[in-house]
């Protein structure tokens, strides 16, 4: 049987009414459409662009971070160069003394041309003026010439907050490399840069010893280490005779920590940023803590008012945001895998955890307690020395940061002076404090896991 086809005519007035019933849905819909477009204005492409501008500010306050963090002086160079006078002895340095101190190069800084004359050996690294050369492209890191007019020479010298805190990865040459911000420079003689300015008369004023012992303070550091706190309580030495001067600290790694410096309740890291560019960079800014008001504990300070510092040129306060921003974005160095031993760190994890009580302080994945993450000297088994130049006599749980590098990051040693040069050091210590019985496997396992994190 065939099937039949069937057709579906509209009258014509039924046609009309097809239309017209549509024309007027079209009608409604856009009415209704016109109606929810405000609040679709003040909804949907707010939520859109908020998130935008969220994005797009961490951007720029990268960029702004990074910017500071590598090149901004504050203006510190009316200190190191106006009135130390640090510049001249700059100009003295050979290539080869300024490496010898722990200056680095940063080599993405460098010409072309510059670097194959290097690599061809056409460059004299025993003349000063290649070092003068080497500061006017700003590839020395940490520091900032101030030129002559004709440009021939240093009129002021300026540092920033690389200077202490970035390395460079010596792919270059030994000192000459990419940067690595946030690593601390523990090959820098900050003590004895400093000692080598002609004129020091603004610390023999501020400690009140005369010029040979400010010297002679400074050169006793050595390598890697800077004492904050002389310039609060004018102690130079530890009772055992040995400096009072402490190690440079890695600024990776520290989003989610509370205090940031070695001992207690110092601040976290803008707290820091702003006590370091004002009382150590000597930059021009505002700083208050009138905690170094204690004439007993911080005398040098207290006398010199330090803890209210205001100056007219405020060239540090605005740029502590992207500062902070941009540090607390360095992540912890990946450990090669070929750092450890697999197997036993993760034995030495469960070690890690319970028998040895590492855990209880070092709180995975932070390494640090989340919250108040101080304890006194007894409760770590060491001297109370440096906790007491702190304003509660404390030290920090110190975050376990990149362990398996003895290079460059823990070169010196760990804890806050580099009493411990090794881990088995660090390990034993705590085994013998805390009496934890640990037999020798366990203690090695355990040293695959601190290597591991």
Same mark, same amino acid.
């Given at each position: @049987?065939? &099937?039949?086809?069937?057709?579906?005519?509209?009258?014509? +007035?039924?046609?009309?009414?097809?239309?017209?019933?549509?024309?007027?849905?079209?009608?409604?819909?856009?009415?209704?459409?016109?109606?929810?477009?405000?609040?679709?204005?003040?909804?949907?492409?707010?939520?859109?662009?908020?998130?935008?501008?969220?994005?797009?500010?961490? #951007?720029?306050?990268?960029?702004?971070?990074?910017?500071?963090?590598?090149?901004?002086?504050f203006?510190?160079?009316?200190?190191?160069?106006?009135?130390?006078?640090?510049?001249?002895?700059?100009?003295?340095?050979?290539?080869?003394?300024?490496?010898?101190?722990?200056?680095?190069?940063?080599?993405?800084?460098?010409?072309?041309?510059?670097?194959?004359?290097?690599?061809? !050996?056409?460059?004299?690294?025993?003349?000063?003026?290649?070092?003068?050369?080497?500061?006017?492209?700003?590839?020395?890191?940490?520091?900032?010439?101030?030129?002559?007019?004709? !440009?021939?020479? @240093?009129? +002021?010298? $300026?540092?920033?907050?690389?200077?202490?805190?970035?390395?460079?990865?010596?792919?270059?040459?030994?000192?000459i490399?990419?940067?690595?911000?946030?690593?601390?420079?523990?090959?820098?003689?900050?003590g004895?840069?400093?000692?080598?300015a002609?004129?020091?008369?603004?610390?023999?004023?501020?400690?009140?010893?005369?010029?040979?012992?400010?010297?002679?303070?400074?050169?006793?550091?050595?390598?890697?280490? =800077?004492?904050?706190?002389?310039?609060?309580?004018?102690?130079?030495? &530890?009772?055992?005779g040995?400096?009072?001067?402490?190690?440079?600290?890695?600024?990776?790694?520290?989003?989610?920590?509370?205090?940031?410096?070695?001992?207690? +309740?110092?601040?976290?890291?803008?707290?820091?940023?702003?006590?370091? +560019?004002?009382?150590?960079?000597h930059?021009?800014?505002?700083? =208050?803590?009138?905690?170094?008001?204690?004439?007993?504990?911080?005398?040098?300070?207290?006398k010199?008012?330090?803890?209210?510092?205001?100056?007219?040129?405020?060239?540090?306060?605005?740029?502590?945001?992207?500062?902070?921003?941009? #540090?607390?974005? @360095?992540?912890?160095?990946? #450990?090669?895998?070929?750092?450890?031993?697999?197997?036993?760190?993760?034995?030495?994890?469960?070690?890690?955890?319970?028998?040895?009580?590492?855990?209880?302080?070092?709180?995975?994945?932070?390494?640090?307690?989340? !919250?108040?993450?101080?304890?006194?000297?007894?409760?770590? !088994?060491?001297?109370?020395?440096?906790a007491?130049?702190?304003?509660?006599?404390?030290?920090?749980?110190?975050?376990?940061?990149?362990?398996?590098?003895?290079q460059?990051?823990?070169k $010196?040693?760990?804890?806050?002076?580099?009493?411990?040069?090794?881990?088995?050091?660090?390990v034993?210590?705590?085994?013998?404090?805390?009496?934890?019985?640990?037999?020798?496997?366990?203690?090695?396992?355990?040293?695959?896991?601190?290597?591991?994190?």
């Amino acid at each position: @049987m065939k &099937r039949r086809k069937t057709f579906v005519f509209f009258h014509s +007035s039924n046609r009309h009414k097809f239309v017209t019933v549509a024309c007027v849905s079209l009608a409604l819909a856009l009415l209704f459409v016109i109606k929810l477009l405000p609040l679709l204005a003040q909804t949907t492409p707010e939520v859109v662009g908020y998130d935008d501008a969220i994005s797009h500010n961490a #951007q720029q306050m990268l960029a702004e971070g990074k910017q500071t963090f590598r090149f901004d002086t504050f203006g510190s160079e009316a200190f190191w160069g106006d009135t130390l006078k640090l510049h001249e002895a700059v100009a003295k340095l050979s290539p080869k003394k300024a490496l010898a101190l722990g200056l680095k190069v940063d080599a993405e800084a460098l010409p072309a041309d510059l670097v194959e004359q290097i690599k061809q !050996g056409k460059v004299d690294l025993d003349d000063p003026a290649t070092t003068l050369a080497l500061v006017k492209l700003n590839a020395v890191v940490g520091v900032k010439a101030f030129l002559t007019p004709d !440009g021939s020479g @240093m009129k +002021s010298i $300026g540092i920033n907050c690389a200077l202490c805190h970035s390395t460079v990865d010596d792919s270059f040459a030994p000192g000459i490399g990419h940067r690595l911000d946030g690593w601390p420079n523990r090959d820098l003689d900050v003590g004895a840069i400093v000692a080598s300015a002609p004129d020091l008369s603004a610390f023999k004023k501020l400690l009140g010893v005369p010029e040979p012992t400010v010297r002679k303070v400074l050169k006793s550091w050595g390598p890697g280490k =800077f004492d904050a706190q002389l310039v609060l309580d004018g102690k130079a030495f &530890r009772p055992d005779g040995k400096p009072a001067a402490t190690l440079n600290p890695a600024a990776f790694g520290l989003a989610g920590v509370n205090n940031h410096t070695w001992t207690g +309740s110092w601040g976290n890291v803008t707290y820091w940023n702003a006590f370091v +560019s004002n009382l150590e960079m000597h930059g021009k800014g505002t700083f =208050f803590d009138p905690r170094l008001d204690h004439k007993k504990k911080y005398p040098v300070a207290a006398k010199a008012g330090l803890g209210h510092k205001r100056d007219s040129d405020d060239q540090i306060t605005g740029k502590l945001p992207a500062l902070q921003f941009y #540090q607390l974005a @360095m992540p912890v160095p990946k #450990q090669p895998p070929d750092s450890f031993n697999s197997e036993a760190a993760t034995r030495g994890q469960a070690i890690f955890n319970n028998k040895a009580k590492c855990a209880t302080c070092h709180v995975p994945p932070l390494f640090t307690e989340p !919250g108040w993450n101080l304890h006194s000297a007894q409760e770590i !088994g060491i001297d109370d020395f440096q906790a007491k130049r702190s304003p509660d006599n404390r030290y920090r749980t110190a975050p376990l940061r990149a362990l398996f590098d003895t290079q460059k990051i823990h070169k $010196g040693g760990f804890y806050h002076d580099g009493r411990f040069a090794t881990l088995p050091e660090v390990v034993n210590h705590y085994e013998k404090a805390l009496k934890l019985q640990l037999t020798e496997q366990e203690k090695n396992d355990l040293i695959e896991y601190l290597r591991s994190i």
